[in-house]
Nanobody, 125 residues
Framework: QVQLAESGGGLVQAGGSLRLSCVAS????????MAWFRQAPGKERERVAV????????YYADSVKGRFTISRDNAKSTLYLQMNNVKPEDTAVYYC??????????????????WGQGTQVTASS
């Protein structure tokens, strides 16, 4: 049974930092392209950042470039999202997602088979 468990969310002041973690179990983590998505109230779920299964390529939404960093530790089966200079518009539920050896179409929710339950990030102004 595959499980993705996010943690690290919470309340942060604008300009502050948070680090989200996603621990994977039930799959061979190193073989999966991993992504962070987020969904704000009344909005569609959007891709925030992706790291391909080889670790050689990363993608970021324009809104987070230069502020957020995605990383992974295959030995710990863990995905991270370092969030710096957080803004109120970053407020959302953040989800991690996994796709087996996927290298294209990474912005689409449809290519990700496994999803976590999400962790709430609230940035106050």
């Amino acid at each position: 049974q595959v499980q993705l468990a996010e943690s690290g969310g919470g309340l942060v002041q604008a300009g502050g930092s948070l680090r989200l973690s996603c621990v994977a179990s039930g799959l061979t983590f190193s073989q999966y392209t991993m992504a962070w998505f987020r969904q704000a109230p009344g909005k569609e779920r959007e891709r925030v950042a992706v790291m391909t299964w080889t670790g050689s390529t990363t993608y970021y939404a324009d809104s987070v470039k230069g502020r957020f960093t995605i990383s992974r530790d295959n030995a710990k089966s863990t995905l991270y999202l370092q969030m710096n200079n957080v803004k109120p518009e970053d407020t959302a539920v953040y989800y991690c997602a996994a796709s087996y050896r996927q290298t294209y179409g990474l912005a689409s929710r449809d290519v990700y088979r496994y999803w976590g339950q999400g962790t709430q990030v609230t940035a106050s102004s």
